[in-house]
C-alpha cells in the first residue's frame, strides 16, 4: 500500500500536534513535529545569548545544531545536540521566541530543507504552519485543522496548568490573538490554508474525533472509491 505524505497546518493551539500524534499511531506513520525545530533553535539561542533579531548568527546555528526526532515508549522525544529537551522547549517564553526565530528567511530555509529531506519518502504525518504550502506542496493529503481562539488559548491554557505554570488565561487569549498575527502576516511563509487543503474545526471535537476523521480521508487516498464516511468535515 503507498504511503502518504500527510500534512496538517493550522494556528496556534488547534491541537495540531496532538491530533497529528495520533493519526501517525493510526496509520503506523511517522510523526514530524515541525514546531519542535523552531523552538529547539529558541532554546539555544537562549542558552547562547543570541538576540532574536540577530539573523544571520541565527540562521548558522539553524545549520549547525543537530535536532533528533525520536519516538520512546510511545512518546516523540526531542533531542537538541544530544540533549534532551523534550519539556524545556514548550515554556511560553520558548513558544513566544520561536514565532519571532520562524519569521527570519535564512533559519526557514535551513529548517525547510531538514523537513522535505526527513519527509520525502512519505508515511510521514508532519505539521506546522507551512507544511501544506511550502515545505510539501504536493502533499497527498492536506488538512487545516482550526478552532475558535477561545477554545484555542484555553487549551493552551490548560497545557500550562498541568505543568504547574501560572499563567492568566485572559493574557493567554491575547498571546493566542498576538501569535496569529504574526503567523499570519509575516512575510515568508505565512500561515494560510491551502486551496486544496481540506479545512477541519476542532472547536466543538476532541483530539480523537478529529484523528478519526484524518484517517479516514487518508484511507479513500489510498483506496480510491472507498468511502471515507468524512461528509461534512
Known amino acids: 500500500m503507498r504511503k502518504l505524505i500527510i500534512a496538517i497546518d493550522g494556528p496556534v493551539g488547534s491541537g495540531k500536534s496532538t491530533v497529528a500524534r495520533r493519526v501517525a499511531e493510526l496509520l503506523g506513520y511517522v510523526y514530524i513535529d515541525t514546531g519542535a525545530m523552531y523552538r529547539a533553535l529558541a532554546l539555544k539561542a537562549q542558552r547562547n545569548g543570541i538576540a532574536l533579531d540577530a539573523e544571520d548568527r541565527l540562521a548558522r546555528m539553524a545549520g549547525e545544531m543537530h535536532i533528533d526526532l525520536r519516538s520512546e515508549g510511545g512518546a516523540q522525544k526531542i533531542f537538541l545536540d544530544g540533549l ?90 491575547e498571546e493566542v490573538r498576538e501569535r496569529d498575527r504574526r503567523d499570519v502576516e509575516r512575510e515568508h511563509s505565512p500561515l494560510t490554508r491551502a486551496p486544496d487543503a481540506v479545512l477541519l474545526d476542532s472547536t466543538a471535537m476532541d483530539a480523537e474525533e478529529s484523528a478519526s476523521l484524518i484517517v479516514l480521508l487518508a484511507n479513500e487516498k489510498t483506496n480510491p472509491g472507498t468511502p471515507s464516511g468524512a461528509s461534512g468535515v
Open 84 to 173: 534532551d529537551v523534550t519539556s524545556t522547549i514548550r515554556t511560553p517564553e520558548v513558544a513566544q521566541a520561536s514565532s519571532k526565530i520562524a519569521m527570519i528567511p535564512g533559519v526557514r530555509r535551513v529548517l525547510v530543507a531538514e523537513q522535505r529531506r526527513a519527509g520525502q519518502l512519505g508515511g510521514v504525518v508532519m505539521e506546522g504552519r507551512d507544511i501544506g504550502t511550502i515545505v510539501f506542496p504536493d502533499a497527498d493529503l492536506k488538512i487545516y485543522l482550526t478552532a475558535s481562539v477561545e477554545v484555542r488559548a484555553e487549551r493552551r491554557w490548560r497545557e500550562h496548568q498541568q505543568k504547574g505554570d501560572t499563567v492568566d488565561l485572559a493574557r493567554t487569549i
